[in-house]
């Protein structure tokens, strides 16, 4: 098998960027072949980005759910952030494992997208009248971020948030 038919296994965005810019090289050095280069090299460089756009869609879905599970009182829905999470998960394990290339960009890839799925989170927990007072104020002050940093490992592995403590009973 050829080097670059191995890394189209291997690696399919770092193939698409190495496409992309062959197919720009072969414009550029001119043919009579009547190809419009220039899109089918940009359409194949956003094959790969596609797989980027999902890495960020999927982690963003992670944090959402772990800010719930980490604030929310309800619990009904609990079960079913938590199969998210999983999913999320899986879902990224499969496409770290077609695009190794894309690791290098998890850990930015995170925090970009704690910022976005903690503005979703806060929204639906407010929404559901469950913003607490310290979260609420966070929100107002936009200094809600500290308040969720999550590692790459709380993100991509198995940490979940402990269960919210049941108010005591009176007797």
């Given at each position: 098998m050829s080097e670059t038919k191995s890394l189209?296994?291997?690696?399919?965005?770092?193939w698409s960027k190495q496409q992309a810019a062959a197919l720009r090289a072969a414009a550029r050095a001119g043919t009579d072949?009547?190809?419009?280069?220039?899109?089918v090299a940009e359409e194949i460089e956003d094959l790969g980005k596609t797989d980027r756009r999902t890495l960020h869609s999927q982690v963003r879905r992670i944090v959402l759910h772990l800010i719930k599970l980490e604030h929310s009182p309800a619990i009904g829905p609990r079960r079913g952030w938590r199969e998210s999470i999983r999913d999320a998960r899986t879902q990224i394990e499969d496409l770290l494992d077609d695009s190794p290339s894309l690791r290098?960009?998890?850990l930015e890839i995170i925090r970009r997208?704690?910022?976005?799925g903690a503005r979703l989170a806060l929204a639906d927990?407010?929404?559901r009248g469950?913003?607490?007072?310290?979260?609420?104020?966070?929100?107002?002050?936009?200094?809600?971020?500290e308040l969720f940093a999550y590692t790459e490992e709380q993100v991509l592995g198995d940490w979940f948030?402990?269960?919210p403590q049941e108010a005591?009973?009176?007797e």
């Open positions: 189209y296994h291997e690696d399919f965005v770092l072949q009547p190809i419009d280069w220039e899109n290098r960009e998890t997208e704690i910022e976005r927990l407010a929404d469950e913003l607490d007072g310290s979260l609420a104020e966070a929100l107002r002050a936009e200094s809600y971020l948030p402990p269960e005591p009973r009176g």
